[in-house]
C-alpha cells in the first residue's frame, strides 16, 4: 500500500497529541493543484537542538516508541516535500508553552507527489488519538464550481455523541458515526 499525504499529516498531527498539547488546530486547504496542512499544538514544543534532531531521519527520542531506531513523521515530511517541489516550516518553542507550528504544502501536478489519500479518514483518525485534547479542523477545498468548506471541533462532536464523559471516540459504534458525520460535510466534494 502507497504511504499517502494523510498518512503523512496523521503521523504529523500524532507528534502533536503525544507532545501533550490539550489544543490542537488544523487547518486544511485543498485545490486541484495544491494542498496545504497547518498544525499548530500548544504542548511541550522543542528546544532548537531538539528541532534539529528531530529534523535528523536517523534520530529519535527513544521514549514514545522503545525499539524504534528512527523516527518517521517528520524527516518523511522534509524528504517528500523537497522533491516533489512541496514546502514545509517547523516552528516551536521550548520555554514560552506556545508550542509547536507545523505547516507545509505539496504541488499536486508534480506526479512524484504521493496521493492525497482518505482525508475523511484521516479527520475521523486524528479525533479519536487516546488522550483528552481540543481539536478545532477547519477544512476548506475549491475545484472548479465545487467550493467546499466545513469547521468542526473536538468537544462538540463528543457532546453530540454524549461522550464528553468518556473524552473520546472508544467504541466502533461512536467511530462510524463520526466517520458518516465527516462524510456528510465533505460529501460536495468527494462524493
Ligand atoms: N509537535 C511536536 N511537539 C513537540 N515535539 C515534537 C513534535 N513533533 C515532533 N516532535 C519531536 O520530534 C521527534 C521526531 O518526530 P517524528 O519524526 O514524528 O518521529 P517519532 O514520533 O517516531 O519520534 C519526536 O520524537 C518528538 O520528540
Ligand atoms: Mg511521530
Redesign the pocket.
Same mark, same amino acid.
Not at 43 to 46: N, S
Given at each position: 500500500m502507497h504511504y499517502t499525504l494523510c498518512d503523512l499529516f496523521s *503521523?504529523?498531527t &500524532?507528534?502533536?497529541v503525544?507532545?501533550g498539547?490539550n489544543s490542537v488546530t488544523i487547518v486544511l486547504m485543498e485545490t486541484d493543484q495544491a494542498i496545504s496542512l497547518k498544525?499548530q499544538?500548544n $504542548?511541550? $514544543?522543542?528546544n532548537p537542538q &531538539?528541532l534539529a &534532531?528531530?529534523t535528523d531521519p536517523f534520530? /529519535? *527520542?527513544g521514549?514514545?516508541?522503545p525499539g524504534?531506531k #528512527?523516527?518517521? =513523521?517528520?524527516?518523511?515530511l522534509i524528504q517528500t516535500a523537497e522533491s516533489t517541489g512541496g514546502t514545509w516550516n517547523?516552528e516551536?518553542n521550548h520555554t514560552g508553552k506556545t =508550542? /509547536?507550528t #507545523?505547516t507545509c504544502s505539496f504541488d499536486l501536478t508534480n506526479i512524484d507527489t504521493p496521493p492525497i489519500g482518505d482525508v475523511t479518514g484521516f479527520f475521523r483518525q486524528i479525533l479519536s488519538f487516546d488522550g483528552r485534547y481540543e481539536m478545532d479542523i477547519d477544512f476548506s477545498a475549491e475545484r472548479g464550481e465545487i467550493k467546499c468548506s466545513a469547521n468542526v471541533k473536538r468537544s462538540e462532536l463528543l457532546e453530540a455523541l454524549g461522550l464528553e464523559e468518556a473524552g473520546s471516540f472508544e467504541d466502533a459504534g461512536s467511530l462510524a458515526l463520526l466517520g458518516r458525520y465527516l462524510e456528510s460535510l465533505m460529501e460536495e466534494y468527494y462524493g
Open positions: *503521523d504529523l &500524532q507528534n502533536a503525544e507532545a498539547a498544525i499544538d $504542548g511541550h $514544543g522543542m &531538539q &534532531q528531530a534520530w /529519535t *527520542d521514549i514514545k516508541h524504534r #528512527v523516527g518517521l =513523521g517528520i524527516p518523511f517547523i516551536s =508550542g /509547536t #507545523v
